[in-house]
């Protein structure tokens, strides 16, 4: 009985970490949105997205997929590529 709770108790906390270690996915996809509408607003193809950013079309098509993990440095190219701005927190000194 005890040890069925505490697998109980150790599988919702496994649960809870396993939701937490995927949050970055929400923003991914909403990124994802963003991108695509503004691709769509511009006429702007994946390929013409790709050489703006200078990276390869197929990279492109897992960024629009909403499931990949971004740096800040392709938030940057995406930005930049599609005259958008994504991060819009200010960072004061």
Do not use: F, P
Request: aromatic residues 2%; hydrophobic residues 40%; charged residues 30%.
């Amino acid at each position: 009985m005890a040890e069925d709770k505490i697998d109980n108790a150790l599988g919702e906390g496994m649960n809870i970490m396993e939701n937490k270690s995927e949050d970055w996915i929400c923003h991914s996809q909403a990124i994802a949105a963003i991108m695509s509408n503004r691709m769509e607003e511009l006429g702007m193809t994946q390929r013409a997205l790709a050489e703006k950013m200078n990276c390869t079309q197929q990279y492109v098509s897992k960024v629009l997929k909403g499931r990949e993990n971004l740096s800040l440095e392709t938030l940057c190219k995406i930005e930049n590529a599609l005259d958008i701005k994504i991060l819009q927190a200010r960072i004061n000194k």
